[in-house]
């Protein structure tokens, strides 16, 4: 049977404690208050048979050596003696996927990795009520806003559970645009992995009327007139795309200062392009 090791500081962020009773539900894990963003350890001792997982948009995988700077949420590890082959591993990075992104049905691909990972069998019988209890974190969402004066720039930082990330939303020119705060609905959604949960939703409710904004949030439509604004019309200078970024507040502030006009997510992109390998391998 392998070994889940996770990975949490001191104090226990709660991100850290969702992932721990995510996995526990389902598999006795290990806790390691002192490694987990030691990368040169994590690179000495975590070498054979083994994966670090990081969970973010989705659950991505690394081997020790491909370690950069982001540091991993947890660890599966197994037996030097036992065979994992490449299929295996990925099959059993969507299985896990599942446990902390409800929303994702388990494809029969993943089959294989049930029987690899084995969790207990009184739990298995309970799967579908304990991924269906872990869903219920809509307290887990927080928002936060700062007004860049000298730039009328409003920043719209959100928190979500399960990301390491959070994702900030930049207004530009908001003052001059008459202080307009529901463009925030629909610009956070050119993120793809906003949406994906119901109580995505229920969160932008709740900061509708927590703002007291006038009239119904309907996003439906409202994400129709959006994205139709962002197409040329004649005698109409068609809106900029959304501008959202999967970092904190404070270093999109920095960036926005030092005009500095590097690309944030480079890293994850490079996650999103080995994911599609990965979906290749699959089908192969």
């Avoid at 994966?51 to 081997?63: D, G, K, N, Y």
């Avoid at 990795?113 to 927080?142: C, F, G, H, S, W």
């Avoid at 001059?176 to 050119?190: C, E, N």
């Amino acid at each position: 049977m392998p070994q889940l090791i996770v990975f949490v500081s001191n104090p226990v962020t709660l991100k850290q404690s969702n992932i721990v009773k995510a996995i526990d539900e389902r598999f006795t894990p290990k806790v390691d208050a002192l490694h987990g963003t030691d990368l040169q350890y994590l690179k000495k001792n975590y070498k054979n048979n083994c994966r670090l997982f990081f969970v973010s948009e989705f659950l991505s995988m690394c081997t020790s050596e491909d370690l950069t700077y982001l540091a991993p949420d947890f660890a599966l590890v197994f037996s030097d003696n036992e065979e994992i082959s490449e299929k295996d591993w990925i099959c059993m990075s969507r299985y896990m996927e599942t446990w902390f992104f409800p929303s994702i049905t388990p494809s029969p691909l993943t089959v294989n990795a049930a029987r690899l990972i084995q969790p207990p069998q009184v739990l298995k019988q309970n799967t579908m009520m304990t991924i269906e209890d872990t869903t219920k974190l809509p307290e887990n969402y927080d928002l936060k806003t700062h007004y860049m004066e000298d730039y009328d720039i409003l920043l719209i930082e959100v928190e979500k559970p399960f990301c390491d990330m959070p994702y900030t939303v930049v207004i530009r020119n908001f003052k001059r645009k008459g202080s307009d705060l529901t463009q925030f609905f629909t610009d956070i959604f050119i993120c793809s992995s906003w949406g994906v949960s119901r109580f995505d939703y229920e969160f932008l409710k709740k900061v509708w009327d927590h703002w007291e904004i006038p009239g119904e949030l309907d996003l439906q439509n409202r994400l129709k007139e959006a994205t139709e604004k962002c197409y040329p019309r004649e005698g109409e200078q068609p809106n900029t795309e959304p501008e959202v970024y999967r970092r904190f507040m404070s270093q999109v502030e920095e960036n926005i200062k030092s005009k500095n006009s590097r690309k944030f997510d480079d890293e994850w992109n490079e996650q999103r392009l080995k994911r599609r390998r990965e979906e290749d391998l699959l089908l192969n």
